[in-house]
């Protein structure tokens, strides 16, 4: 069971360029999310997508975009890359998150994408 | 708003030391607790969550935390620990509502040595 798949692991970019950051996932979960994990600074929410067909921000959205192609699938697309969105991203998903079954709310992270801006 | 502090920006320990690592959280609203860790170059893998009922909670590995809500502290504690303990642990909170957002604190370095 391959759980949640980042690509790619690692990418150097230009600033001004624009890439895209693959996940999927094949846990037949409903929730899919995007993070940024900066030193000292925990992992951070860009964006969310509670189910199929909806995406949400999170705590730092700007500069990023995401798009949910079908229920295993969420990118997340920078379109003018920023010395400042050097981070490593991590994508998660998780079963439904109904208010009563806060145990679907268990995050399965895919190991991460180093991204560097120069 | 939520937040989740972690104090220890880093704990050194000896290998069979027990240790104990803070989380403290700020919320208008009750919450889900959570630990999560962070082996070198891996995604996140959950420890153990607090959800309700007794305030004791076992994780895996040998890890425990308890919830105090008075205190609003949800530290974790594990009596001796090992090399392979070495990682990075982070505290997450949730809201009890349809809230989706999971909010993590700055995370803490477990460095064990022999």
């Known amino acids: 069971n391959a759980g949640v798949t980042q690509t790619p692991k690692f990418q150097v970019l230009k600033t001004g360029q624009s890439m895209t950051l693959q996940c999927a996932q094949d846990?037949?979960?409903?929730?899919m999310y995007w993070y940024r994990q900066d030193p000292g600074m925990g992992l951070r929410l860009i964006y969310y997508?509670?189910?199929?067909?909806?995406?949400d921000k999170g705590e730092v959205p700007n500069g990023y975009n995401v798009s949910r192609l079908n229920k295993r699938e969420f990118s997340l697309r920078l379109e003018s890359a920023a010395p400042s969105q050097t981070s490593v991203y991590f994508c998660a998903s998780s079963e439904r998150g109904r208010r009563e079954v806060a145990g679907a709310n268990v995050l399965t992270f895919g190991a991460g994408s180093r991204l560097t801006v120069l | 708003a939520q937040s989740v502090t972690q104090l220890d920006s880093q704990v050194p320990v000896f290998e069979e030391a027990p240790v104990e690592l803070r989380c403290n959280y700020s919320?208008?609203?009750?919450?889900?607790l959570f630990w999560y860790v962070q082996y070198p170059n891996q995604g996140l893998q959950l420890l153990l969550k607090?959800?309700?009922?007794?305030?004791l909670v076992k994780g895996i590995n040998g890890f425990e935390a308890e919830f105090n809500k008075s205190q609003t502290s949800f530290h974790l504690r594990k009596p001796s620990v090992h090399i392979s303990d070495t990682a990075e642990y982070f505290c997450?909170?949730?809201?009890?509502?349809?809230?989706?957002?999971?909010?993590f604190g700055s995370g803490t370095r477990l460095l064990v040595r022999p």
């Open positions: 997508s509670a189910s199929e067909g909806t995406t």
């Open positions: 919320s208008s609203v009750s919450v889900y």
């Open positions: 607090y959800l309700s009922g007794s305030t």
């Open positions: 846990m037949n979960h409903n929730s």
């Open positions: 997450a909170v949730k809201r009890r509502d349809s809230s989706y957002k999971l909010i």
